[in-house]
């Protein structure tokens, strides 16, 4: 079932999305060649207690850290370990969410530590960034769901790459995961109308190889079946009565 936000939900909502944003600044500050992702992982779940909200992250279904960071195959759902060293050219995902009171944002950014391991890995992450935003450009009252979706694979396919067809974005609110589910694939023009209230997490997760994607051992990070990089981002948006606001937008 779907659920609309009230103006006062959504103005809740801008906050944890502020928090996000701001977290994900000082995380990004804090990338560099020799820290472990368990560092941004404290780095991150410092600011967002700072702020007074809670990590989204932190115990969801047994998860044990207050962010996800993924590296060059890995999609999405990598845990922090301070065994994971960061060093020059690698493609780092960083997924983050907070709570404030009692409502999530939820947002990610892929970054590079250093420089681009290559003109294609370089180009992997532009496009997957451009994806989101021809996506967000899709959410307005009376646009279809499956719009989005459309405008994710358009770009992404038209660039050579592929897009994560086992894992989707999602509505949030009270709840991290809410109806409906994001695909990032699909022709345009189907699904639920978009209305004023509803708030999604559009997150456009693309491979340089093929789509299929497998499950480590850990049971969270997820990788690329053939090896392939990958990029991940995401934004929180809520549907208005003139369009959309990004909610987690860093400034």
Known sequence: MIIYKSPQEVDKMRTAGRIVAGTIDRVLAAVRPGISTADLDGVAEEEIHLRAATPSFKGYKGFPASICASLNDEVVH???SPKRMLKVGDILSLDFGAIWEGYHADSAVTVFVGEPPSAEAEKLVRVTEEALEAAISQVRPGGRLSDISHAVEQVVEGAGFSVVRE???HGIGRSLHEDPQIPNYGPPGRGPE?????????????TMGDWPTR???DDWTVVTADGSPAAHFEHTIAVTDDGHEVLTIRL
């Open 167 to 169: 894992y989707v974005g």
């Open 194 to 206: 978009l209305r004023t209230g509803l708030v999604l997490a559009v997150e456009p997760m693309v």
């Open 215 to 217: 499950v480590l051992a």
């Open 78 to 80: 990598g845990i922090p």
